[in-house]
């Protein structure tokens, strides 16, 4: 099993709809969790941190539920900008950075 | 700010042939410095890390080295390249568990 898993998709989603991806961890001693953006033939940014207690920038909500060891992105009244690889990264207790494979949205007009 | 720079962008290498990546950072002092390679398709594979001069750390026996010259240096190379080290490498540096990356360059071996 891998460390950190996602669905790679395409999750094809017409503008304006609500998007939702998880992300499952294997380690339960993982410290900190964060979702990066990976635009085609780019390098990955920081979209956001995820707290424990979740937290909200803008139309993008994220998650973490540690009992099922996931971490969740929402992403409300997408956007054709919002087109992207969105890369899931786990930090573990060596401090050590796991990333995901990612899951690729298209957002349709 | 912090700023980090890697170059080239892409590069078309023979078989054979020598490789040298390099990035640096600016802005910061003492950083945690990596390389990263990015198949297609396929989530990001951390190659090496440093936490200081002289000091590498390899993720995963390969055809590839690095070097940190100097505490805002990380370089990456290879005596000679094999048509599997074909991918998008990726340097980065972090900071409270974030990461940063440059440009990355896209390397493609004929």
């Known amino acids: 099993r891998k460390e950190v898993e996602q669905d790679p998709g395409p999750f094809n989603v017409p503008e304006g709809a609500t998007v939702a991806f998880n992300c499952t961890y294997s380690?339960?001693?993982?410290?900190?969790f964060f979702w990066y953006r990976q635009d085609c033939r780019k390098e990955p940014k920081l979209l956001m941190s995820v707290y424990s207690s979740g937290n909200e920038d803008g139309r993008f909500t994220a998650q973490l539920n540690r009992a099922s060891q996931y971490i969740s992105l929402l992403i409300r009244d997408s956007k054709l900008s919002d087109s992207a690889t969105y890369l899931c990264?786990?930090?573990?207790?060596?401090?050590?950075?796991?990333w995901g494979a990612g899951t690729k949205l298209i957002i349709k007009p | 700010s912090q700023t980090i720079h890697q170059w080239p962008a892409t590069l078309v290498q023979p078989v054979g042939s020598p490789l040298s990546l390099e990035c640096t950072v600016e802005g910061t002092s003492n950083p945690n410095l990596y390389w990263y390679r990015q198949a297609a398709g396929r989530g990001l594979q951390l190659l090496f890390y440093s936490v200081g001069i002289g000091q590498i750390s390899s993720e995963v026996p390969q055809n590839l080295s690095a070097s940190r010259p100097q505490d805002r240096q990380f370089i990456l190379s290879s005596k000679k390249l094999l048509l599997s080290d074909s991918g998008f490498y990726l340097c980065?540096?972090?900071?409270?568990?974030?990461?940063?990356f440059g440009q990355g360059t896209r390397l493609t071996v004929v």
């Open positions: 980065a540096w972090s900071e409270m568990g974030l990461a940063f």
């Open positions: 990264v786990v930090r573990n207790s060596n401090y050590q950075l796991i």
């Open positions: 380690n339960s001693a993982s410290q900190s």
